[in-house]
């Protein structure tokens, strides 16, 4: 019996039943190799991205030692799931034609072939994603932190001016393909006027610059989409229903974690998305199966690129063979887990269980972070964050942002990973059903199954 199939005799396995994967921080959590792993333990079929878009960057490495980072197809691709984009998905399609290609290479038959796409779905175009950097970089100094994908630009302009939005259908729909993508790039010249003749003399802005004066931009995109125009790809609210009605599983991968929630994270630092489980409860309407809600988390926290970050401890460097400095999103930074953080998290998006990964880096005495220095307004006892009891309070998220960059975190030890998972379920009020020790699905047990002795003395690894 391979590890993999030891590690499924798990929780029971039900008729139908249904995973959701959150990140609880601000994303790199582990959720890749958390949805490969339950893709394989629990023989799910269908993997469904909600939310989120192509700014995705879900690592998997399989046994034999392929390694893909997923980003618009399901982290489970590699263990024979489908991949199913819901309505609220963004798509970038010419990143996907990309990806397709790449995990075709290594060994996935057909990736397209496996993929249906809502086709109420927003799509990315070359301009929202000039936008997006264009903006970026005359935020200078105060960058908000971004991908650099074009995701935000396309929301935000699907919910200012819906008219010149464009679907996943309407890349079926050849004939007014042309005038609309036309629309998008005189709307997206409009709005930087102002910003265009500052941005010609930054570094990194000419290539963008470029793509917005380029009239004949939109007919070479539309000759790049070819080869998937030709595949029949559009799946709506029917598939993801057949999808549900199917026996056995299906994994809703969440995308980036549940601080950087366009609501609940703290402005202006957040994404264009509902990170939170509450995004994928509509979907789940009149679902019967079994539905787990799974917060993922690592043994220490991080964050990729701008934003608040309490624990940040330049001294803390654990290898990260899958992340870094480079592109668009800044740097990589690391310190000792949050738990006043972890509290708020549970609190916006409650889970069933959570997922605890790299814990082959828990060595001795380990730190945490259970409390900040002082109890003041929105921090109550210095252990929990305020909650807004509005949703879409943009103004209470920039006070905690606030807050965040003045707190003065209290660090503390805990001896070994034994002791930080009890310390996790005592502080968090939520069991600790898997732990991960290393970024293969072999390297993971569920909580009833330990870890092997070997894996926990391990070289430190990604998730």
């Not at 290479?105 to 072939?113: H, Q, S, T, W």
């Not at 630009?153 to 609309?180: F, G, H, K, N």
Request: with cysteine; proline share 6%.
């Amino acid at each position: 019996m391979s590890a993999v199939e030891e590690a499924a005799r798990g929780p029971e396995r039900r008729e139908r039943e249904a995973w959701v994967v959150i990140d609880l921080g601000f994303g790199d959590a582990g959720k890749g190799s958390c949805v490969d792993f339950l893709c394989r333990a629990r023989g799910a079929h269908t993997v469904v991205r909600w939310h989120g878009g192509a700014q995705a960057g879900h690592n998997v490495v399989t046994a034999d030692g392929r390694h893909h980072t997923f980003s618009q197809l399901g982290a489970g691709s590699f263990a024979g799931a489908e991949t199913l984009l819901a309505g609220d998905f963004v798509l970038h399609p010419t990143a996907l034609l990309a990806e397709a290609a790449a995990l075709e290479a290594k060994g996935v038959a057909d990736p397209l072939g496996r993929v249906r796409v809502d086709g109420a779905a927003r799509v990315i175009t070359p301009w929202h994603q000039a936008s997006n950097r264009l903006r970026e970089l005359a935020r200078g100094a105060g960058a908000h932190g971004t991908c650099g994908v074009g995701f935000g630009e396309t929301v935000r302009l699907s919910l200012e001016a819906p008219e010149l939005t464009i679907r996943a259908r309407d890349l079926w729909r050849p004939a007014a393909l042309p005038r609309r993508l036309a629309e998008v790039r005189e709307r997206v010249r409009d709005e930087l006027a102002e910003l265009l003749p500052a941005l010609r003399s930054v570094e990194g802005a000419a290539e963008e610059l470029a793509l917005l004066e380029d009239g004949a931009s939109g007919e070479r995109w539309i000759e790049a989409l070819a080869p998937l125009l030709s595949r029949e790809l559009l799946g709506g609210g029917e598939a993801l229903e057949a999808a549900l009605a199917r026996p056995g599983a299906v994994v809703f991968e969440g995308a980036q974690g549940v601080l950087l929630d366009e609501w609940r994270g703290f402005h202006p630092h957040t994404t264009w998305s509902t990170c939170t489980s509450h995004g994928v409860q509509p979907l789940l309407a009149g679902y019967g199966g079994e539905v787990t809600r799974l917060g993922v988390l690592r043994s220490y926290a991080t964050r990729h690129g701008a934003g608040p970050f309490p624990t940040h401890d330049p001294a803390m460097a654990h290898a990260e063979p899958h992340n870094g400095a480079a592109g668009w999103q800044g740097a990589f930074r690391q310190g000792p887990l949050d738990l006043v953080l972890l509290r708020y998290a549970l609190a916006v998006s409650p889970v069933d269980a959570l997922a605890l990964t790299h814990v082959d880096r828990v060595r001795g005495p380990w730190p945490i972070v259970r409390r900040y220095a002082e109890s003041r307004a929105l921090l109550e006892g210095g252990v929990r964050l305020a909650v807004s009891p509005e949703l879409e309070d943009l103004a209470f998220q920039t006070r905690l942002r606030a807050l965040l960059d003045e707190a003065r975190p209290e660090r503390e030890t805990v001896e070994g990973a034994e002791a930080l998972v009890a310390t996790l379920e005592a502080e968090l009020e939520a069991p600790v059903r898997l732990l991960s020790a290393g970024p293969t699905a072999d390297a993971k047990r569920w909580r009833d199954a330990p870890l092997v002795e070997s894996a926990l003395r391990a070289p430190p690894s990604s998730p």
